[in-house]
Nanobody, 121 residues
């Protein structure tokens, strides 16, 4: 059973960088064919895919966030990370990590429970 767990600071000041980590257990992030995504749900809106990193370490980004987003991985720790720079209060929401079983087509078979990130001074 694959499990994902998000972690992060919880509170970030405007203009700073939000950094989140997803720790994966029960499976390796290097396993062929799986992609590891970051997703958020802004208040009152649907799920927003932010980006992903492939089993081979190639990052993919949402065009709308590409200039401010960086996704990386730490294979010894079996973790992947998200950095979102220049955050504003509009970035306040729950952030999820998930495994995509079919490239970056939104075929998520495992999700983390989500972590709340608040942007406030």
């Amino acid at each position: 059973q694959v499990q994902l767990q998000e972690s992060g600071p919880g509170l970030v000041k405007p203009s700073q960088t939000l950094s989140l980590t997803c720790t994966v257990s029960g499976g390796l992030i290097t396993t062929y064919s799986f992609y590891w995504s970051w997703i958020r749900q802004p208040p009152g809106k649907g799920l927003e895919w932010m980006g992903a990193i492939s089993y081979s370490g190639i990052p993919y980004y949402s065009p709308s966030l590409k200039s401010r987003t960086s996704i990386a991985r730490d294979t010894p720790k079996n973790q992947f990370t998200l950095q979102l720079s220049s955050v504003t209060p509009e970035a306040t929401t729950v952030y999820y990590c998930a495994r995509d079983a079919d490239a970056i087509n939104g075929t998520y078979d495992y999700w983390g429970q989500g972590t709340q990130a608040t942007v406030s001074s």
